[in-house]
Structure formats: structure tokens, C-alpha cells
């Protein structure tokens, strides 16, 4: 197998959604071929692709055909299935490896991962049946969060249970099937770690990065992180840990808690780029998704600085529902990007693109892209 994989090389995709995109648009400036496999067509990393393959992950007929015609295989989202990866790595490398898919595709191995390192995590439990739900409840107590094991995110499936007596009512909102319980966590503030390790084990990182969710959808991500240096330091250490532990080749974030008392818990991980990490593409050196391709194609990875401080918001299909955004009028703020993925159909709660800010202080950042997102409001538009 090629150790480097050089261009006009081809990378293929698993996943055709903004974090390909993204990844796509760095492939090609630096020269690489792009395709990408999905259910979806004229998907958002399609648009960006040389060759978009439409078909189903279990059609591992396709899988095989499109491992044949790139030369690296990485993944824009973790719930690819393990047959499709094991397909593919007949033909061609497919970074982060399958046993990374595998512990970051499920809460419970996830979490039991994460015990096992020694890491900290909020005081979980594995239950397969509505009867050890309620033994886990009892053992953790109230509040707490029920989350399905498998295919999370943006918060969903999961819900809250405030009462021994909202048990069998939490099971069945879940669809009766395994999940993890663990206990809330009344944390005041979120973070993550961006980080990536190369094929010679070296590892960088963007610092530790402050997000704030609406509706378990993140809504702002700020960086630096505004915590004191030790909690940031340490933020990294036990990202660190998470990729040496999983020996992570690509790029991977983790998710914290911050708690009133300084102390850091781990909650999850996403092995591959991440929506917090998107500042990077305007405001580091080196973005989450070229440091991808470099660390899948085992080049060296770059540099990670940010010059600037910067701060992303979210534009979810909300956005839209007056009609189209005032693009202009955002772009009017000094020191903002947009970017949108090309998603045609904007549904309440979709992520259709971001908008970033860089600025000399974190609290000119934030300020001004809150001050873009806020201008795209129609009925903000004086006529
Ligand atoms: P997750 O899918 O686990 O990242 O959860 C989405 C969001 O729900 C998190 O970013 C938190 O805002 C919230 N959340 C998840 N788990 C907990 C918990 N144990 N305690 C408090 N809030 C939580």
C-alpha cells in the first residue's frame, strides 16, 4: 500500500453533506480528484465532487467499484456500516480506521471507551430493556438523560427524564431500543477539541473551542475558548488521550462539560471534522479539513494556528422561512464569511451554512457575527 498519497491523486468520500464539501473544496485546491459515495444526488459534496456515485451504503457492489476508482477512503459521518468500510479496505486504505467507526457508532461502546481510558465521564449506564432502565435510574437518580445508542445526533434521539414514574413513557419515545443512560449534567459551558494525528503518530490540535447549542443544535462556536488556560490545557490533554487511545488517523473532536468546579467530563466524540471546528477554514493557518486530507494522504499535518480570534454561528432552514436571507447586508459586517452548502430544500432545523468572524479581541468576534446573523432577518431589511 502507498504510504503518501500524493496529487492529482483521487480522495473518495463516504458521505456526501457540508463536512465533504468542505473537505472537497481543500482537496481540490491542492490539486486532488474528489468522489464521493451516498444515497443523495446533487448533494452538497457532490456539487464539489469530480464524480458523485448514488447509491446505498449496503450496495456493496458500488462500495467496491468506488474504492477501485480513488486511491484514500475517509468518511464525512460516523454511521457508515461496517460492511461498507470492510468492502471498501479490500481496495484502498480507508481513514480513521474501521475500529474507530466502530467505537464512535455507538454511546454505549463510546462510553465504555471512554471508562476504560480513565477519562471523565458523567456517571453512565448501558440498558437494553425498559426493566434495567429503571435499575440504571435508580442507581444514577434524577435528572437524567436517556439517549438511543446508536445514530444520535443534534440531540436526536435522546430525552430527559425528571421521574422514576416518566420511565416506560422515555423507553417508548426512544422506540424500545438499547440506549445509555447517564445522569444530567447542569454544566456551565460546552467545549470541544479539534484535533488531529498523522499516520507517524503526531498529533495537533486547534485549542480548546466554546460552542453553545439551541435546541441540542449548536448554535455559536467561539475560539479560544473563554476558560481559564489550565481548564484549556487540560481540555487537550485528555483530547490527546482519545486519539492515541483509538490511534486515530485523520482528524477527530471531542466534546466536553464544563463544570461550575472546573472540572472537564468528557461527552462525546465525532471521528472526523466538526461543525465547531469551522471557524478553521476562514481563521487557521491550516483548516480542520486540509489537516483531514493531509492526515489520510499521511502528509505532514499544518500548521494550526489562528492569527485571530474568531466565531462561527450557525444558519439553520429557520433562516429562511420569510424568504431569502439578506445575504448582503451580513456580508457588510467587516471580518465576515458565509458559507453555504448548496442545500436546496430549507427545513426548519436543517444546518444550510455558517457564518464566520474573525476580529482582534473574542469579543469583537462574537459581537460581529451576531451582528451578520442577526442583519439576515428580512424583517430587519429596511426597504
Ligand atoms: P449529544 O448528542 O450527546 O452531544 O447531546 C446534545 C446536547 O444535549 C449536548 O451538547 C448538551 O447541550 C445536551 N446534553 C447531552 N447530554 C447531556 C447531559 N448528560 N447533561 C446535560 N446536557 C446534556
Not at 133 to 144: C, H, Y
Not at 161 to 182: K, Y
Request: glycine content about 8%; proline content about 6%; aromatic content about 6%.
Amino acid at each position: 500500500m502507498k504510504e503518501t498519497i500524493l496529487p492529482p491523486a483521487t480522495i473518495g468520500i463516504l458521505g456526501s453533506g457540508q463536512l465533504g464539501r468542505m473537505l472537497a473544496i481543500e482537496a481540490r485546491k491542492m490539486g486532488y480528484g474528489v468522489q464521493v459515495l451516498s444515497p443523495d444526488r446533487n448533494s452538497p459534496t457532490g456539487q464539489i465532487a469530480d464524480k458523485e456515485w448514488v447509491a446505498a451504503y449496503d450496495d456493496l457492489e458500488r462500495v467496491r467499484q468506488f474504492a477501485q476508482a480513488v486511491d484514500v477512503i475517509t468518511h464525512e459521518f460516523e454511521n457508515v456500516p461496517a460492511a461498507t468500510v470492510d468492502a471498501a479496505a479490500d481496495f484502498v486504505p480507508v481513514r480513521p480506521s474501521r475500529h474507530v467507526l466502530h467505537v464512535a457508532q455507538n454511546r454505549a461502546r463510546e462510553k465504555s471507551f471512554f471508562a476504560a481510558e480513565g477519562l471523565p465521564v458523567a456517571p453512565f449506564r448501558a440498558v437494553e430493556t425498559v426493566e434495567a432502565l429503571r435499575v440504571a435510574l435508580a442507581e444514577i437518580g434524577t435528572p437524567a438523560i436517556l439517549k438511543t445508542a446508536a445514530f444520535g445526533y443534534d440531540g436526536k434521539g435522546q430525552t430527559r427524564i425528571d421521574d422514576a414514574s416518566d420511565v416506560e413513557d422515555a423507553w417508548q419515545t426512544l422506540g424500545d431500543q438499547p440506549c445509555v443512560l447517564e445522569a444530567f449534567v447542569p454544566f456551565e459551558r460546552e467545549l470541544s477539541v479539534v484535533a488531529a494525528r498523522g499516520m507517524d503518530g503526531r498529533f495537533v490540535h486547534y485549542g480548546a473551542i466554546e460552542n453553545d447549542h439551541q435546541n441540542h443544535i449548536l448554535d455559536f462556536s467561539i475560539a479560544p475558548a473563554r476558560v481559564p488556560e489550565a481548564v484549556a490545557t487540560q481540555a487537550v490533554a485528555l483530547a490527546r488521550e482519545v486519539l492515541e487511545g483509538l490511534a486515530v488517523v485523520g482528524v477527530l473532536c471531542v466534546e466536553y462539560f464544563l463544570q461550575g468546579d472546573g472540572i472537564l467530563l468528557v461527552n462525546e466524540i465525532a471521528p472526523r471534522p466538526h461543525n465547531s471546528g469551522h471557524l478553521t477554514f476562514d481563521a487557521a493557518i491550516t483548516s480542520q479539513f486540509e489537516q483531514q486530507l493531509r492526515a489520510v494522504c499521511g502528509l505532514p499535518l499544518g500548521d494550526t494556528t489562528l492569527p485571530r480570534p474568531a466565531a462561527m454561528a450557525n444558519l439553520l432552514g429557520d433562516l429562511w422561512q420569510q424568504g431569502e436571507p439578506a445575504w448582503a447586508r451580513a456580508l457588510a459586517v467587516p471580518g465576515v464569511k458565509l458559507h453555504l452548502y448548496g442545500k436546496a430544500d430549507a427545513r426548519v432545523g436543517r444546518k444550510m451554512g455558517h457564518l464566520t468572524a474573525t476580529a482582534p479581541t473574542v469579543e469583537e468576534a462574537v459581537a460581529r457575527v451576531q451582528e451578520a446573523r442577526s442583519r439576515l432577518q428580512r424583517s430587519d431589511v429596511a426597504e
